[in-house]
């Protein structure tokens, strides 16, 4: 007895090199580019107010926990992040998801760090600066982390392995 394989021809090469309209995807891709480069200074202004809004939200945090300002600032950085790729600034982004997760943790075991909260944001408020902008990657991702053992220490025990 013989088998014959037949392989389908794959499309994705095809239709990738095609154009769709008029347009192909590599210029499609291109011209998105541009318009991004186009609102890097936009998004960079937007992503400073946000560094703002997040340290006026935890300067006014009390000294015991209470849900609804942790609320708020969790709403100010969930609503940023995504903006620091477009700036230029994605370390912002990483910073602004791991003050998010600080946050969870946080409200979930009910407990309070100030500090720990506090060092999220003002990490934020130097990668969304202008002297942020002119830190080299491996600066960023030393900060980054630092960032990352503050919340190591709320991060669920590890499961045991089976």
Same mark, same amino acid.
């Given at each position: ?6 392989? *389908? ?52 945090? *009390?000294?015991?926990? $209470? ?36 946050? $969870? ?30 830190? $080299? ?26």
């Amino acid at each position: 007895m013989s088998a014959t394989i037949t392989y *389908p021809k794959l499309k994705l090469a095809t239709q990738l090199r095609e154009s769709a309209g008029s347009m192909t995807v590599v210029d499609a891709v291109q011209t998105a580019n541009a318009n991004l480069r186009d609102l890097r200074e936009d998004c960079l202004t937007e992503l400073q107010a946000a560094a703002g809004a997040a340290m006026a939200a935890y300067q006014r945090f *009390p000294t015991q926990f $209470d849900a609804t300002p942790m609320a708020d600032l969790y709403g100010i950085a969930a609503r940023a992040i995504g903006v620091g790729a477009v700036c230029g600034a994605p370390g912002a982004d990483t910073a602004l998801v791991s003050l998010c997760d600080l946050l $969870d943790r946080l409200s979930t075991s009910r407990r309070w760090d100030l500090e720990a909260v506090g060092v999220h944001v003002q990490t934020l408020q130097l990668l969304a600066s202008d002297s942020g902008q002119d830190l $080299d990657a491996a600066a960023v991702r030393h900060i980054l982390a630092g960032l990352q053992k503050v919340s190591a220490r709320y991060a669920p025990p590890a499961a045991a392995a089976g």
